[in-house]
């Protein structure tokens, strides 16, 4: 997607896992991940937090109500619903024609609400994990220790995003196209960045679903 607006310099290029992940680890994560892997396999205990259905549908409405938040007009500054009491939604400036202050800054809005709901979600799954079954409290402490060595740099890497949408909305801009494209391509970039970021927790809830129904058959 990125590619296709012309926000990256040269071919998209996608490497292999292998190198992906050379490059993204360091020594220092060596011993955690390691450890993580040579977990000892003890008894399953009995799964005493939130049950998978119930976890399917924590998963399910973090998702919509994010990308309900997406697909909003723009005109609340709080896109996801928190659990404290909320007075009036400020609102936030139409932009106007060349500024691009407004959609960076709803941007970073979204991209805070994503953080803010997900990372719990992820850590709630991986509790339910490690009290399942062994392979999948494996599969939870590996999960814990690739979001602590991975999460700095990715998170880096998602924060260029308002950055190099400026570029397409300046090239609209000089080509004299209209903003409604501009936002659309936006809204897919976002929808994107939320696929991307809910991968880790539906990877975790499927792992815990194909438990449960192997122990039922």
Do not use: C
């Not at 000892?40 to 259905?53: C, E, I």
């Amino acid at each position: 997607m990125l590619a296709r607006l012309a926000l990256l310099e040269g071919p998209a290029t996608k490497p292999s896992l292998v190198d992906g992940l050379g490059r993204w680890l360091g020594w220092s994560d060596a011993i955690p991940l390691a450890a993580a892997l040579n977990t000892a396999a003890g008894a399953r205990t009995r799964l005493t937090g939130p049950g998978t259905a119930a976890l399917v549908r924590e998963f399910a409405r973090v998702r919509a109500a994010l990308e309900q938040a997406i697909a909003d007009d723009g005109t609340r500054a709080e896109p996801v619903r928190r659990s404290r009491p909320q007075g009036p939604a400020e609102a936030v400036p139409v932009a106007a024609d060349g500024d691009f202050a407004p959609h960076r800054r709803r941007y970073g809005q979204l991209q805070q609400a994503m953080e803010a709901a997900i990372a719990p979600l992820r850590t709630r799954l991986r509790e339910a994990l490690a009290q399942a079954a062994p392979p999948l409290g494996r599969l939870a402490a590996l999960d814990a220790v690739m979001e602590q060595a991975l999460g700095a740099r990715e998170q880096a890497l998602l924060a260029m995003m308002p950055s190099l949408l400026q570029r397409h909305f300046e090239r609209q801009l000089q080509a004299g196209a209209g903003l409604g494209g501009f936002r659309q391509d936006m809204q897919h970039l976002l929808q994107a960045e939320l696929e991307h970021r809910l991968q880790p927790a539906l990877g975790l809830l499927e792992a815990l679903q194909g438990m449960q129904q192997g122990t039922h058959e």
